[in-house]
């Protein structure tokens, strides 16, 4: 997972799915940077709540944040061990309420950017991260971080990491710190199932935080330069005699994952 993803769904089903008790409005995103506000979903005195806090973890012990490094995503194989992680996985995890996300191939040039939605429509439950920071003049800042692990096989080719999917049937086991240990709940932090995710390429208009519409999903047809062949069929034409033009400075956030 790279550092943008899409929250679209309807604030009715976010709460359906959720079981929260707060009614929320929300507008869809289909952008979401690192330094926004973002959703969560965290166990408050025995229920779920949500709440938004900034993405981009800051640990407690910090004493300046603006000295230390911005925190989007948290490994899943040393989420159990490093300081910045482990107080928030024993006593603070949530749930990232998502509906897909973006993901840049590395293997091309420039990188072409891919959107990675559930096959079936509808939200899932990124695991999270969060804390709660607290200054010297008794400002207070929550923050959160993605925890991610290997890529499945359906979308590796582009990536070879991806968020952790939370299952419905397990939101209760993650949410609960209290009864289950950090060490019980890291079990969760898996590959996706295989059917879950489709992933097509889209246009680059997504590397720019500014844009921030429904167009972003519209898939890319890719055809080669004014031949109008399909690229397979380009790879066995003669190769073109014009110098091939510099690819554009690409201006989206460095991979992430």
């Not at 230390?68 to 949530?94: G, H, I």
């Not at 010297?136 to 290997?150: D, K, R």
Request: with cysteine; hydrophobic share 40%; proline share 12%.
């Amino acid at each position: 997972m790279c550092g943008r993803y899409l929250i679209t769904s309807s604030p009715e089903a976010m709460r359906q799915l959720f079981a929260y008790l707060e009614q929320p409005n929300f507008p869809p995103r289909y952008n979401v940077a690192p330094t926004q506000p973002i959703p969560i979903v965290r166990l408050f005195e025995g229920r779920r709540q949500f709440v938004l806090v900034r993405w981009g973890l800051i640990p407690a012990w910090v004493k300046d944040p603006k000295t230390f490094s911005l925190l989007l995503q948290a490994r899943s194989d040393t989420v159990l061990d490093k300081p910045s992680f482990k107080n928030a996985m024993r006593y603070r995890r949530c749930l990232i309420p998502a509906d897909g996300f973006y993901e840049w191939n590395e293997d091309t040039t420039p990188r072409r950017p891919y959107v990675v939605r559930p096959t079936h429509g509808g939200p899932v439950a990124f695991a999270g991260l969060w804390e709660s920071w607290m200054g010297p003049n008794g400002e207070e800042l929550e923050t959160a971080v993605v925890i991610t692990t290997e890529a499945n096989k359906t979308l590796h080719p582009i990536h070879f990491r991806m968020p952790a999917v939370i299952p419905t049937e397990a939101f209760d086991m993650w949410l609960d710190c209290r009864s289950v240990d950090a060490e019980t709940a890291a079990a969760l932090l898996v590959p996706a199932p295989e059917d879950l995710f489709e992933a097509y390429e889209i246009s680059p208009a997504v590397n720019r935080v500014a844009n921030d519409y429904p167009g972003l999903l519209e898939p890319v047809r890719r055809l080669a330069p004014t031949t109008g062949i399909e690229p397979a069929e380009a790879a066995a034409a003669p190769a073109p005699s014009k110098r091939p033009r510099k690819p554009k400075k690409d201006d989206r956030q460095s991979s992430l994952f």
